[in-house]
């Protein structure tokens, strides 16, 4: 992304070319908001132990702006991160009683089909850090 170029700019002998990311999802669809019950959201990425403080931050921040609705959150990521996944259900189910969560292993075509389903994409990042803010932009352009 343009941010990482930027940072990266100073160490670059030869100059730095951004190719932006391509999206998965071959054909964009109508916009809808048409909430279900309960209320379907999703994330998905690539879990790691360097992400975990800020999505649960960021899933937990979503699940107090619908206190009293249940609400099915479905994580899309790496099959090897299902005991990350365990953590962050457990935390996130702590602070909203009325939360299930799906785990599904990830894969082009499961994500499609969650996007597709989803109410709600959440994709929180923490700009306040260095890190998030060289993240390239792919994940949102997929879900719009």
Not at 51 to 73: F, H, K, Q, W
């Amino acid at each position: 992304c343009e941010a990482l170029a930027r940072r990266l700019a100073p160490w670059a002998r030869r100059g730095i070319r951004v190719i932006e990311d391509p999206w998965e999802t071959p054909e964009a669809a109508t916009p809808a908001f048409a909430p279900s019950e309960p209320l379907r959201m999703l994330w998905f990425g690539n879990l790691g132990s360097m992400s975990m403080r800020s999505l649960t931050a960021g899933l937990r921040n979503a699940l107090e702006g619908v206190p009293d609705r249940p609400v099915r959150l479905e994580l899309v990521t790496g099959q090897q991160r299902e005991e990350l996944v365990s953590q962050l259900t457990a935390s996130l189910r702590a602070t909203h009683d009325r939360l299930e969560v799906t785990f599904t292993p990830w894969s082009v075509e499961q994500t499609q089909r969650a996007i597709a389903d989803a109410d709600l994409v959440l994709l929180p990042q923490d700009v306040g850090t260095d890190w998030a803010q060289v993240k390239s932009h792919n994940r949102l352009v997929e879900t719009l």
